[in-house]
């Protein structure tokens, strides 16, 4: 008996609108999730646009594209320009910001967005949001059969495939359904309108007062009766600091009072200050503990200098009475008043920088040397300046002598030197021993060898 060979079975065609056999989708990352470099193009329109998020969508090329991802397509078509911040897309979606950032990473990395500018954070500015340019992909164009003509991001649509004109009407009514629907929002009951005449009487359909309030004497008319007040929403108070917080806080503060400290990095600062803060001091009271000392006119490093400063800070002044009276003295002494003066002079200066005001101030004078001596070859009077030597900084008094007339004429001082001055000075010098015992203690433990009997 002959054996029948089965016939092959007829391969079935791709649906329209589907990638070409062979063809998988690539992930967009990094650079070329850029506008100068992206193989998308533009989308000409928000329902274009839509339509290859629709596409997007059915054809699972992103395992986290999804309906929400749809909802946050839909709020990006709305802007002109496209630079939504992630704190408007969280209120405005109801999602956490890691969900609102996983999505536009899904729509970047699918070819749908691309970046014109790219948002961040700086210090002492503001927050900027990224820009992103609405494109839609090339495999959308190969899979639908579009036709496009020019190169780069700006090509435009020229004609489409017959076998994918059908694919597009239908992604072009999806599009259009998702631009058009409005986000929920709570339906209003209002009184029904009656229409003809009733039996009931207005007064009769109103409800009775209640009997405890007619008890206590209230008169309540039937046809007024009060509306029940809404509920109020209790008032947010601010969350109390925990110690890392306290720390930054207290660093910022630094940062902005200390001058030699302008510029230093804050997270740096509360690190070094972390043994003051957790002790419970405020910013006053180590300004006034770094003013027992001069500061040097330039300091190279702040942050080493800062750390230097307050080496045993917290043993000398260990209690808040001590440094309430040292934060009195120090207001009361003409050393910091000077450097606070110093402090609003530098910042309230508006001139060039010392470099530039130097270059400026000899190029003038070798212009004017320029002009005398051709004002003398000719023969005329000679009009610039007498002399254009810079007059020398001022002769500061003795450090000591200005002490001496601090102590005498300013009662904070008085009260410092003949009170607290010798007192913090063996403190300072007491913990500082100390430290320096405790460290050698350490040293000389670490270096004795452990025998086998002891781990026994």
């Known amino acids: 008996m002959n054996q029948e060979t089965p016939r092959p079975r007829p391969a079935h065609p791709a649906p329209a609108g589907a990638l070409p056999p062979g063809r998988a989708h690539r992930t967009i990352c990094g650079a070329a999730q850029w506008l100068s470099a992206t193989t998308s193009r533009i989308a000409g329109d928000a329902h274009s646009w839509m339509q290859a998020v629709h596409w997007v969508l059915e054809a699972a090329l992103h395992p986290r594209f999804c309906a929400t991802t749809l909802r946050v397509a839909r709020v990006l078509a709305e802007l002109n320009p496209c630079r939504p911040g992630v704190a408007y897309l969280m209120r405005r979606l109801q999602l956490g910001e890691r969900m609102v950032q996983y999505h536009l990473a899904a729509l970047r990395e699918t070819g749908l967005l691309a970046y014109i500018a790219k948002g961040g954070r700086q210090r002492g500015r503001p927050a900027t949001a990224s820009e992103f340019a609405r494109v839609i992909p090339r495999e959308f164009d190969e899979a639908l059969g579009l036709r496009t003509k020019g190169c780069g991001p700006g090509r435009r649509v020229v004609g489409i495939a017959e076998a994918g004109r059908r694919r597009i009407a239908a992604l072009a009514r999806k599009a259009s359904s998702t631009l058009r629907r409005t986000p929920h929002r709570p339906r209003r009951h209002c009184t029904p309108m009656r229409v003809g005449n009733s039996g009931l009487s207005s007064a009769d359909r109103n409800p009775s007062p209640s009997e405890a309030r007619l008890a206590r004497g209230h008169h309540i008319s039937p046809r007024t009766t009060p509306a029940p007040k809404p509920p109020t929403k209790p008032k947010r108070t601010a969350k109390p600091l925990n110690a890392v917080g306290r720390r930054f806080k207290l660093a910022a503060e630094l940062v902005r009072l200390v001058p030699w400290l302008h510029g230093a990095a804050v997270p740096r600062v509360a690190w070094l200050a972390r043994e003051v803060s957790d002790a419970?001091?405020?910013?006053?009271?180590?300004?006034?503990?770094?003013?027992?000392?001069?500061?040097?006119?330039?300091?190279q490093r702040p942050a080493a200098f800062l750390a230097h400063r307050l080496r045993g800070a917290t043993?000398?002044?260990?209690?808040?009475?001590?440094?309430?009276?040292?934060?009195?003295?120090?207001?009361?002494?003409?050393?910091?008043?000077?450097?606070?003066?110093?402090?609003?002079?530098?910042?309230?200066?508006?001139?060039?920088?010392?470099?530039?005001?130097?270059?400026?101030?000899?190029?003038?004078?070798?212009?004017?040397?320029?002009?005398?001596?051709?004002?003398?070859?000719?023969?005329?009077?000679?009009?610039?300046?007498?002399?254009?030597?810079?007059?020398?900084?001022?002769?500061?008094?003795?450090?000591?002598?200005?002490?001496?007339?601090?102590?005498?004429?300013?009662?904070?001082?008085?009260?410092?030197?003949?009170?607290?001055?010798?007192?913090?000075?063996?403190?300072?010098?007491?913990?500082?021993?100390?430290?320096?015992?405790?460290?050698?203690?350490?040293?000389?433990?670490?270096?004795?060898?452990?025998?086998?009997?002891?781990?026994?």
């Open 315 to 456: 043993a000398v002044w260990p209690t808040a009475a001590q440094r309430s009276l040292a934060v009195e003295a120090d207001r009361d002494s003409r050393r910091s008043a000077a450097a606070r003066h110093r402090c609003y002079d530098h910042q309230g200066a508006e001139g060039p920088p010392p470099r530039l005001a130097k270059a400026l101030h000899e190029g003038l004078r070798t212009g004017l040397a320029a002009y005398s001596a051709r004002q003398a070859a000719l023969g005329l009077d000679d009009l610039s300046p007498v002399s254009l030597e810079p007059a020398g900084p001022p002769t500061p008094p003795h450090t000591a002598e200005a002490r001496h007339v601090a102590v005498a004429t300013t009662p904070g001082w008085d009260h410092y030197a003949h009170t607290l001055r010798d007192g913090l000075r063996s403190a300072l010098r007491a913990a500082r021993t100390q430290r320096a015992g405790t460290q050698h203690r350490r040293r000389a433990r670490r270096a004795v060898p452990v025998t086998a009997d002891q781990w026994s």
């Open 280 to 299: 419970g001091w405020t910013a006053q009271e180590v300004v006034a503990w770094l003013n027992l000392l001069d500061a040097p006119a330039s300091v």
